[in-house]
């Protein structure tokens, strides 16, 4: 068996008020399980997730990596409330 994310929105929060090289994002993905019976791909969906991501890049192409992730629906029952938290607990990103 093996999990299946299927990105189904992105968006990018705070643009023109982080710092160069940070990018507040919003990810909402489909996981599914996926395994072979008989032959066939057999895939359920299972959930939908939602978090919103802090990353830098690294300064390489296309590569970064992620300084803190923030689910919706566990600790933050929406995007505004962890969006709020990211201010506060990632103010050293934004631009002064």
Known sequence: ????????????????????????????????????????????????AECIKVLRSTGEASSVTRISEYPIGAEFTCVDEALARIREAHSDIFKR
């Open 1 to 48: 068996m093996m999990v299946v994310e299927n990105l189904l929105d992105v968006k990018k929060y705070f643009a023109g008020e982080v710092k160069e090289n940070f990018v507040v994002q919003y990810e909402k993905m489909l996981k599914s399980s996926a395994c072979y019976q008989a032959g066939d791909l057999h895939e359920t969906e299972d959930e939908t």
